[in-house]
């Protein structure tokens, strides 16, 4: 069930609501991909509420928004993570970095895409949900890695976004990451429920692009700010992501 083409040059990583490990996911991918020999670009793009930096015990000197208001250079903001990826901070507790103005949030995608030839991948971690902003930059994007779990609230916030973003961009690539799952087949029940959502009420299917199982290794991970792949490489979600990886 895991779509057999390539991932995306700019892939966005959403979800409809909290809670659901999407910044734990991305992070985890982010590991993954540059394990197996992909140079990966993981950026912040939860603008207002940014907490890669904190769930890998980083302390940034610059961020996002001093690189877009011209006081960083790029090589001077990218911090280059032991993990083996870079990762361009976003900013924490501004209200204003998540309300871009329109030009400015052009400005930023043109400096993705002007990094785009120096990386296989640029993974951006969403804010939740899809506001104005973050409709844009998922748009802007080459896949869209929708986050759900089996909760009956996940599945419908994650059915919300799937809808806005097909109306923002009818043909996208838009896959599935069931987290957090109790098992595989209910991993896969999830998926089916949310898919068929989609194929009844938008006439658009998404592919499924993994199952990712509950695991307490990863609070583990998370409480001490470290790589799951490193923590516990062969954790059952360690060995999910890194079969998800290997297929996209």
Known sequence: MIPPQPLGKLVAVASGKGGVGKTWFAITL??????????????????????ID?????????DVASLLAGRSAWAETVIHHDGGFDILPGR????????????????LLALLQTQAPHYDHILLDLGAGLDRTQRR??????????????????????YAVIKLHQQDSPRHDVRVVVNQASGKQNGERTFTTLARACAHFLKQTPALAGIVRRDDRVRDAIRRQTLLLTRHPASPAATDVESLAAHV
Not at 30 to 51: K, Y
Not at 54 to 62: F, N
Not at 137 to 158: F, N
């Open 92 to 107: 924490s507790g501004s209200g204003s970095l998540a309300a871009l103005e329109e030009s400015i949030l052009e400005q």
């Open 137 to 158: 930059l998922a748009a802007a994007t080459d896949t869209l890695l929708v986050i759900v779990t089996e909760e009956p609230t996940a599945l419908t916030d994650a």
């Open 30 to 51: 982010a590991h993954a991909l540059a394990r197996a020999g992909r140079n990966i670009l993981l950026f912040d793009a939860d603008l207002g509420l940014a907490n």
């Open 54 to 62: 904190i769930q890998l015990g980083l302390t940034p000197a610059r």
